[in-house]
């Protein structure tokens, strides 16, 4: 079950929600919030996913395990085609 919150949304914003709502794509207002919020936190978290492959790319221990695994693993597609 949802909690109650209020917002005070700018009214053209308000205006294009309820145009929106009223074409049907969404079932209420409440609703569209919901999913937009949901794909707003969506995109932060793939955004601060991107920032840390980033750093990791840039972190020599991080490439040193890369490296690593890529040697102890380096015969093991050798062997299954055998």
């Known amino acids: 079950m949802g909690k109650k919150a209020t917002y005070v949304l700018d009214e053209s914003i308000l205006d294009q929600v309820k145009e929106v709502v009223g074409k049907g794509l969404y079932r209420s207002m409440n609703a569209f919030v919901e999913a937009a919020i949901k794909d707003e936190l ?8 991107q920032e840390a492959i980033q ?3 840039q972190d020599p221990l991080f490439l040193a395990d890369i490296k ?7 015969y093991t597609d050798l062997e299954e085609i055998r």
Not at 68 to 74: A, G, H, P, T
């Open 55 to 57: 750093e990791a790319g």
């Open 42 to 49: 969506e995109k932060i978290k793939q955004e601060e996913l």
């Open 68 to 74: 690593d695994v890529e040697n102890d693993f380096q």
